[in-house]
């Protein structure tokens, strides 16, 4: 490893060291990233104790205990984690705003509450292919977090997960997840459009609320959504939804695909809450008693 006055050169994909090649030119010993010798040079010529010096991860900033990592001591932008890790613990990461990346390792089975909440730095994660749990708020308020794929082995999500995550379009889910939590994605303001897995059994409330900008939701034949709070509230821009012909639309009040669909029901003589019969003179439901 090549060092200058015990300065060792660290990856900026990584953190890895960078190892000195026979031609000159440096190469990652961690992912492979190769450096011209004009960025050693440069890089050389800088302080290593710059804050903007990305050092790898020391395995002496963890604390890790029968497996799960207890609290993360280190300051790294981009954190890999060590392999054994099975769990992470609530609140391990919670708040720290200058976290960018971090690598999870292959052993993670679940995700405590709280964990990268208020990571507002953090803009990629990948979640492995073991992780069968992540806790309430885990990732709310993680502003810069782009995209999210849920693999399959993921079953259970806690609420609030990604509330407030503003910046996220993207998300894949979980093939075999069943229950979409109270607030789940809440104050999504970028994702455009939703496609819920056949998986899923029951949304709940506000799961979707005040995305502003959502514009398409499709919904399984099975799932189930409470009458009474709407997944969807103070989505204003919803305005094409592919769902069970059997689906109350009050669970879409206050979106413009609500107002579209209730003037279709109501001049067919079906009350767009209830789905009730109208009366023929003055347009009441006998079911429910609203008036239109």
């Known amino acids: 490893i090549f060092t200058k006055g015990g300065f060792i050169m660290h990856c900026e994909i990584c953190g890895g ?16 990233t190769t450096y011209s010798i004009e960025y050693l040079r440069k890089l050389l010529c800088n ?25 993360y001591r280190g300051n790294s932008r981009r954190v890999i984690f060590p392999e054994g890790v099975v769990e992470i613990a609530d609140a391990a990461f919670s708040n720290m705003t200058y976290l960018e990346s971090i690598q999870l390792p292959t052993t993670l ?76 994605f809440e104050n999504c303001e970028s994702l455009l459009n939703i ?41 204003k821009q919803l305005k094409k939804v592919i769902c069970p012909s059997h689906f109350p639309p009050r669970i879409f009040i206050g979106t413009p695909w609500y107002e579209n669909k209730s003037r279709e029901l109501i001049q067919n003589g079906i009350c767009p809450y209830c789905e009730g019969r109208l009366s023929i003179f003055g347009k009441k439901c006998k079911s429910c008693g609203k008036s239109y």
């Not at 060291?17 to 492979?32: D, F, L, R, V």
């Open 195 to 235: 496609s819920i897995p056949e998986s899923v059994e029951i949304i709940e409330k506000d799961a979707f609320g005040s995305c502003k900008n959502l514009k398409e939701v499709y919904l399984p034949h099975a799932v189930e959504v409470s009458t009474s709070d709407s997944p969807f509230s103070c989505c």
């Open 17 to 32: 060291q960078i190892e000195i090649q026979a031609n000159g030119k440096g190469m990652c010993t961690t992912c492979g």
């Open 109 to 184: 089975l679940s995700i405590g509450q709280y964990a990268f909440s208020g990571c507002k730095s953090l803009v990629n994660i990948s979640i492995p292919t073991k992780v069968t749990s992540i806790g309430s708020s885990a990732f709310s308020n993680c502003k810069s977090l782009q995209k999210i794929i849920l693999p399959n082995s993921i079953t259970t999500l806690g609420s609030h997960v990604f509330h407030l995550c503003t910046n996220l379009k993207e998300i894949t889910f979980s093939n075999n997840l069943k229950v979409i939590p109270m607030s789940a």
């Open 47 to 71: 302080s290593p104790t710059q804050s903007n010096r990305i050092s790898p991860t020391n395995s002496n900033d963890f604390e890790i205990v029968a497996g799960t990592l207890i609290i």
